[in-house]
């Protein structure tokens, strides 16, 4: 939490005794800053270290104060500008491995007398998972208190790690030992049975640690992390949380009312064309299931009167029903009818990119025959989504669905939203709707 604000002082400070290469220190710092993130400089570590991080940090100093030399060279040609902002780079470059290493050395000072320490569940009893129970216990330096273990119950007669419940128990354990990281040693599980766990409400708010199976594996994008002689990576958040859940709100809710003001000529056009074919109810509601399995009302265009709300709630698909008619049709092939969902977008019932929206009949139902359907509740649901742009509308497999849902909230970003709703653009621009 500290790193950052530190970082940027550092870079910065030469600015307080002279503002002749104020630019080039302003440009040296922002970039400095982008390449520590992207190095994973800022990523949280159990195992603190300055001398870990600094062939990392002096390269990308290096790299930074580079590219800003070279544009102040061409910019200047000055030797003497040049070796005057050198001079305040190097400073700033001697203060931002000054303050790391005082502010690494605070970190395990803190720890070691657990002024600062998270209680941890280890996940699995094997060999792997008694030796990090140890290390836990005996160096106060990772920051993490060991407060029990879970398994499968297979391993309840055999293992030398008392357990403290089963893998079922792991969402009860959790709020009970108030546990802050969950750590992943040697399970004795299926995937599939441990991802179950992990999903749940409690358990999803967790930090949550790795030891690698393949030992001697090195994470890309940083450098390595480790208890004692454990190596262990740090997992990605399994829902929207925190900065994450911070920006991609912003994001819709941005979209939304820019989307709202430039589409209100579309919205009334398709509203009076709704009117003309279906008389006055021009809008359609109906319940689905939104993030946690909440309800909310859905509401769009309405394109078809169905016989009564029982088959409202329970038909899967109109595509080819012939009550839809000619507009309808249109409005349901180039997805107009779903334009009024950017109310539910701002009201916070919806994102913009997310899982289909599904009513509670076919939730219920579809939570029963696929096991991790219901997993991509942990996140609020969407205008469009990854599984809609990657061909999986209509009929087709439940299962590849909740697939491709569960990858998109996993290997969430910025990015992967705007390449979700650059290809839903070409969709509707193709005519690619129901």
């Known amino acids: 939490m500290v790193t950052l604000p530190i970082d940027v002082a550092a870079l910065t400070a030469p600015l307080l005794l002279t503002q002749t290469y104020w630019r080039g220190m302003l440009a040296y710092a922002a970039l400095a800053v982008a390449a520590f993130w992207s190095g994973g400089l800022y990523r ?49 470059a001697g203060l931002v491995i000054t303050g790391r290493t005082v502010s690494r050395a605070l970190v395990v000072f803190v720890r070691k007398h ?8 280890i996940i699995g009893s094997g060999p792997v ?12 330096r990772y920051g993490l208190r060991f407060v029990g273990c879970v398994d499968t119950p297979s391993r309840q007669e055999t293992v030398a790690l008392p357990l403290s419940g089963s893998l079922d ?13 969950l750590i992943i040693a040697d399970p004795a599980c299926v995937e599939s049975h441990l991802m179950e766990a992990l999903i749940r409400p409690r358990s999803s708010r967790c930090d949550l640690w790795a030891v690698p199976g393949l030992w001697g594996s090195r994470p890309q994008g940083g450098y390595p992390d480790h208890i004692g002689a454990i190596p262990i990576v740090k997992i990605g958040d399994f829902t929207f949380a925190g900065p994450k859940w911070a920006i991609k709100r912003a994001s819709d809710l941005v979209f939304a009312m820019v989307a709202l003001v430039l589409l209100s000529p579309v919205l009334l056009l398709c509203a009076i064309a709704t ?13 689905r299931v939104g993030r946690d399995g909440k309800s909310f009302e859905v509401i769009k265009f309405r394109t078809m009167r169905p016989l009564d709300e029982q088959e409202s709630q329970t038909r899967w698909s109109i595509a080819d029903d012939q009550r839809v008619g000619p507009i309808g049709r249109f409005m349901r092939r180039t997805s107009l009818d779903e334009l009024p969902q950017l109310w539910n977008i701002l009201r916070g019932e919806m994102s913009v990119v997310g899982p289909r929206p599904e009513r509670p009949h076919f939730v219920e139902k579809f939570s029963a025959e696929y096991p991790n359907y219901a ?11 990854l599984a809609q742009v990657s061909g999986l509308r209509g009929d087709t497999p439940i299962s590849d669905r909740a697939r491709f849902d569960n990858y998109y909230i996993e290997n969430w970003s910025l990015w992967l939203d705007i390449k979700v709703m650059l290809r839903t653009v070409a969709e509707v621009l193709r005519g690619g709707g129901r």
Do not use: K
Not at 375 to 385: F, N, S
């Open 44 to 92: 949280p570590r159990r195992h603190v270290s300055i001398l870990d991080e600094l062939p990392s940090l002096g390269g990308r100093l290096l790299t930074s104060a580079a590219v800003v030399a070279i544009i102040a060279a061409q910019r200047h040609a000055s030797v003497e500008y040049v070796s005057g902002f050198m001079r305040d780079v190097a400073l700033s």
């Open 114 to 121: 657990r002024w600062v320490e998270h209680n941890a569940i």
């Open 129 to 140: 998972g008694l030796e990090l129970a140890r290390l836990l216990r005996r160096h106060p």
């Open 169 to 181: 128990d792991l969402e009860h354990l959790v709020r009970l030992l108030e546990c802050e990281v």
């Open 275 to 287: 009117f003309l074919e279906g008389g006055q109810a021009v809008f359609f509601r109906q319940e």
């Open 375 to 385: 997993a991509r509740h942990r996140v609020p649901v969407g205008l469009t989504g």
